[in-house]
């Protein structure tokens, strides 16, 4: 697919089955997640994927989480199905690096760049994907149990598989809207 094609037309999917990407088409979908502007080469970011028995790992630790959180039952209850929304699902993380000059918030900007690079790597591929996040995304209890530092933050949770349909073309911003010139 031509680039400019893929980043004028892209849509996230939410329908998604099996196949997700694996070998070949997986390392380039990761391999372009390392290949964002990256201040000072820093890579403050980690890929953590979850596909298989790694869904029902995810979506325990995410059922632990909404428990120690206090949230009501049917929360509880829907966490661990969460992650079988789509038969991949990348946690996207921030990991800081200490830097004199690379704040917090840039790293973070970074890792947020490579989850969607990432997605338009799939899409590029054939396969489909959401950029999802919720209030487990900012969770210190799942952080931890990821082996997360206090410094660390989850920038998203990245679904990827196969459409099962065909998102609708989104209706075009008006570039009168979002742009003014100086
Ligand atoms: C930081 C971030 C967090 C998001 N979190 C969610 C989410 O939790 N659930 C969801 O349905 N969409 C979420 N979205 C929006 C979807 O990724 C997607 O952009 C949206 O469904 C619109 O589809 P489109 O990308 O094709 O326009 C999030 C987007 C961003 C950038």
């Given at each position: 697919?031509?680039?400019?094609?893929?980043?004028?037309?892209?849509?996230?999917?939410?329908?998604?089955?099996?196949?997700?990407?694996?070998?070949?088409?997986?390392?380039?979908?990761?391999?372009?997640?390392?290949?964002?502007?990256?201040?000072?080469?820093?890579?403050?970011?980690?890929?953590?994927?979850?596909?298989?028995?790694?869904?029902?790992r995810l979506g325990a630790l995410m059922t632990e989480a909404a428990r120690k959180a206090g949230k009501p039952d049917e929360v509880i209850e829907r966490c661990a199905r969460l992650p079988h929304r789509a038969p991949l699902v990348i946690v996207v993380v921030a990991r800081h690096k200490p830097h004199e000059v690379v704040t917090v918030f840039e790293q973070q900007l970074c890792a947020g760049a490579a989850l969607h690079a990432m997605q338009m790597a799939a899409v590029a591929q054939g396969f489909g994907g959401i950029w999802r996040s919720g209030w487990l995304m900012v969770d210190r209890t799942l952080h931890a149990a990821l082996d997360l530092g206090d410094q660390d933050q989850i920038v998203g949770f990245l679904y990827l598989g196969t459409p099962t349909t065909a998102p609708a073309p989104r209706p075009a911003v008006p570039l009168d809207a979002v742009v003014r010139s100086l």
């Open positions: 697919m031509d680039a400019l094609e893929l980043l004028l037309t892209r849509r996230s999917c939410a329908a998604l089955a099996a196949p997700a990407p694996t070998g070949e088409a997986l390392d380039a979908i990761l391999t372009a997640g390392t290949r964002v502007p990256d201040f000072k080469h820093l890579h403050p970011y980690e890929f953590l994927i979850a596909s298989g028995a790694g869904l029902d």
